[in-house]
Every structure is written in C-alpha cells, then in structure tokens.
C-alpha cells in the first residue's frame, strides 16, 4: 500500500510497525477468532495525537481502525482486519490519582491492577474487577463495559467513569464529563462510547471514580452436590442481601483447577460458592451468617467460614484460575451469559442439558450474585467434528440465555464471536437504532468493521 508511507513519516520512529513478525502478533486477542485477518501496519500509539493522526490517515484512505488494548478480550473484539491497522494503546499508560476529588486520571493502555495500586496508595479503590484484572487494560474495560467478581455489590466499569477523551473516526479529539460526580448538562453522550467496543471511538483518556478501601472480608465457601442447588442459594441469598462477591464454580472447573494449581478444593463437589461480605462489625457476622443459612437450606454439604484474608484470597485465586485452568484442556469457546438472578438455576440447567446433547465439556463459572455466567466450551481445534459439535453446543447457550430473558454477553463484549446472535436479543428496531448511531459517529464504517453490528 503506497499510502502506507505516509503514515509512516507522520508518526516517530518506532510507533508504526510493518515487519510480519510484529504484525502477526497483533492479529487476535484471547479469543483467538479463527477468522481474524492480516493488518498492513500495527500503530503502537505513545500519546492521543498519535492516535488522531493514525485515524485522520485512516479516513483519508477509508482504511479500517481496530483498537487494540492489552489483547486479553474474549469476544473477538480486537480481532484484526484484512488490509486494516491495528490502533494499540499499549504504550499509553499514565496514572495519576486525585485523592481530592477521589478520581483517577489515566490513559487507556494502564493496567486495571496498576490502577488499583495507585489507588491504593491514597488509600482508594478502584472496584471494577475482571478476572484478569492483572492484565487487562482500562481502555477494553471501558470498550467492553468490564464488570468481573465484586461487581454484585460495587456494579461495573460505567458505574465508575466520568470522564473520557474520546477521537472520532474523523480524528476529531472530544472531552466529555470531567471530575464532577453530578453532571447533566448535554445529552448523556460519555455513557454512548462505554461498552461500544472501539465501534464509535477511540478512548485515549478515562477519568475513574475511587471509592475508600473496604474492610477486610469475611470468606464463606460452600459445596453442593450441583450447580442448580448452588444456584438455588444464590437466588435465596440475593432476595434480601448483596455480598461483596458471590462467585460459583462446577465441578469440571474446579478439577481443572486443582489439576492446574492445586489448591485444595473439593472436587467432587458438584459446585463450590465463594461468598465474601466487606460490612463493617456486625453487620459482615449477620449477612455472612444468613447466606450460611441459605446454603444449608439449599443443600449445602458443607460450609466453611475464614476472617483470614490471606486464606479468604486463596479460595478468590482458585476461582480467578478458572479461565487459564480450562485453557489447558484443549481450545476454548468462551461464553459470557447471563439471565435475571432468579432464572440463575434454569440457565445452568440449560448449560447442562446443552453439554450432554452435544457431547461437549463445558466447564462452568459465574458471577452468580449477578446472574452472569461463563460457559467454557472445550474441543480439539484438529477434530472438525468436535469443532462443529463446540459451535453447535455455542450456538445454543446464547439462544437459551436469550429465551430466559437474558443477554449474550454480561461482560465481554459482543465482539465477533457473538455478533450473528446479537438480533435476536435487541430485534430489528433496536438493531436498525444502533447502526444509525453508528453510521453517525462513524458514515465511512472504519472503526473496527466487523465487530458488534
């Protein structure tokens, strides 16, 4: 491509990347879509002029953007294009903490866990908290609207953004919100680019809200003998109280896990919860206490309560390990659904169902407390029959999320990978609402084509 030259020249030395080596490794994110094309060039962008001139150059040529952050979504959704560019915002990792107005400051290319450490040093927090916290970066937090395992208690990524610098696909360089907690004026347009996966914008700065550090938890763990009396307890519990953490786990990904890195589970359990509550006194005694009762009342075999932090974490990490735990089984197909907390126990029964008719493992966890669930389809990538048997099993947890009134996606984003399903949950109104969204932010479609809609 000869224009390929000029954006070369615009950009210093070493941001722009032609060599195949470099390029190939920008080509998929953690979902490793099979169908992710090959970019003419990776833009490693140090700063948000960067990034206005790599799209300005991209809408002079009708190029397509992909915006990339740490590479760690699940959905597809910084899966490369054929002839396109990969826009990285890996380099862009300022933070800066406003103890003050209790907010951070920083570039899309941060690290959730950097934040929580800067945080932390004032003695704030961040809350959003996605399993791969430690690697994941706030600019796909914010594409993909991230929640992850407090967020039953604290919410998710859109609850705690105030501000953002967005670059159009013109390459238009937009402030919008600020430091203000309360702020109405203008039509509601930061929440637009949260969870718009790259589609409408290119975030190049994020103003977060902190929240003071919570107390230390109180960790209750619980077995079952399934996931749907697990389940049963979840929905027992949330009628009347909201732990900081509510996480589940099925017996295949617990054995996965204690194969991984053993920590002890148990694995014939047919579930395990996690149940953490930060309530100060004696309020964390009560509500840890009456989850206890739930559990037991919804078939617990055994329960076990710590104050210990340290071993309260263990039980956190072993849950945490779920994802990389599978991923040694075999290739993955990773699911995202969820359903309204009181149909928890009829979306796992489905994802059961689904397992069996197809001959498929799927080993299961969740955000239970929310309702949010991650189905992890294992196959063999060189046997075509199990692949087709692993996208059939795919296929249908999305439609049985969608039939319990649920969604495809809680957290990961639409993406690639689940874009065929997504009009079948929005119907054609909001689907035809959506594109003119899109075709008004974005008339030449450049900004990751491909993705969402």
Not at 10 to 19: E, H, N, S
Not at 53 to 76: I, M, T
Not at 268 to 280: E, K, M
């Amino acid at each position: 491509m000869e224009a390929l030259a000029e954006l070369v020249d615009a950009l210093p030395a070493g941001v722009v990347a032609t060599d195949p080596a470099t390029v190939e490794n920008y080509r998929h994110d953690w979902a490793r879509d099979t169908s992710a094309g090959t970019p003419v060039a990776v833009v490693r962008a140090e700063h948000a002029g960067h990034v206005q001139a790599a799209v300005r150059w991209a809408a002079a040529h009708r190029v397509p953007v992909v915006p990339r952050g740490a590479g760690s979504g699940l959905s597809g959704g910084a899966s490369a294009v054929d002839g396109g560019i990969v826009l990285s915002l890996e380099r862009m990792r300022a933070i800066e903490i406003d103890p003050d107005c209790q907010v951070a400051v920083v570039e899309p290319g941060a690290l959730n866990a950097e934040v929580k450490a800067a945080s932390h040093e004032h003695g704030l927090w961040y809350p959003p908290d996605p399993s791969s916290f430690q690697i994941c970066s706030i600019g796909g937090n914010v594409a993909t609207n991230a929640g992850g395992l407090c967020c039953v208690k604290y919410g998710v990524t859109t609850d705690y953004v105030l501000g953002l610098d967005v670059v159009l696909a013109d390459g238009t360089l937009v402030t919008l919100g600020g430091k203000r907690i309360k702020d109405v004026a203008g039509l509601s347009l930061l929440k637009l680019f949260v969870g718009s996966e790259g589609t409408l914008g290119i975030v190049t700065r994020a103003i977060l809200r902190l929240v003071p550090v919570p107390l230390p938890p109180a960790t209750l763990v619980a077995s079952f003998p399934s996931v749907v009396s697990a389940a049963e307890a979840v929905v027992a519990v949330r009628r009347t109280l909201r732990p900081s953490m509510m996480e589940l786990m099925d017996r295949a990904s617990i054995n996965a896990v204690e194969d991984f890195s053993p920590r002890g589970l148990d694995r014939a359990a047919g579930a395990l919860l996690v149940v953490q509550s930060d309530a100060p006194g004696d309020a964390r005694v009560a509500e840890i206490a009456a989850v206890e009762a739930a559990c037991v009342a919804a078939g617990a075999s055994e329960v076990v309560v710590t104050d210990d932090p340290a071993e309260g974490e263990m039980f956190v990490e072993a849950r945490r390990m779920a994802f990389p735990a599978v991923e040694a089984r075999g290739a993955l197909l990773l699911e995202d659904v969820g359903a309204p907390v009181p149909l928890l126990p009829d979306l796992l029964a489905a994802v059961t169902a689904i397992a069996r008719q197809h001959d498929v493992e799927i080993p299961t966890v969740a955000h239970a407390g929310d309702g949010n669930t991650h189905p992890i389809i294992v196959y063999d990538a060189a046997d075509a029959d199990s692949a087709r048997r692993a996208r059939a099993a795919f296929d249908d947890i999305l439609r049985a999320a969608i039939r319990l009134g649920g969604t495809i996606t809680g957290e990961h984003g639409v993406g690639r990978t689940k874009k065929a399903a997504l009009p079948e949950q929005l119907g054609g109104d909001v689907m035809a609402l959506s594109r003119r969204v899109k075709d008004a932010l974005d008339p030449d479609g450049i900004l990751n084509p491909g993705a969402v809609l």
